[in-house]
């Protein structure tokens, strides 16, 4: 879901790197990957999300939540003040 949101982000000029590409510099940079956790483990937690409407942040934060409170690398404030172990 992450992937996707970026790649959104990119499409409406939010950012300028596309998702693979910062995909590629952050796991290269910072050793940070994406968890393959399957989706409907995470669907099961998603459900239980009420913060939000935003279908991106639900599903981001519903993910870390299901793959046993992983932490979490944001720059969202809303998404840092609803799920602890996120950081920035």
Do not use: Q
């Not at 279908?55 to 409170?69: E, Q, S, Y």
């Amino acid at each position: 879901m992450v992937l996707i949101e970026l790649e959104y982000l990119r499409e409406v000029n939010r950012i300028r790197l596309s998702s693979r590409d910062i995909l590629l510099k952050v796991e290269h940079e910072a050793g940070v990957r994406v968890c393959d956790l399957a989706f409907p483990l995470v669907a099961e937690v998603v459900v239980d999300e009420k913060w939000t409407r935003d279908p991106f942040d639900r599903t981001i934060v519903a993910h870390a939540k299901a793959n046993g409170l992983a932490p979490l690398v944001s720059s969202d404030e809303e998404i840092r003040r609803n799920y602890p172990r996120a950081v920035w």
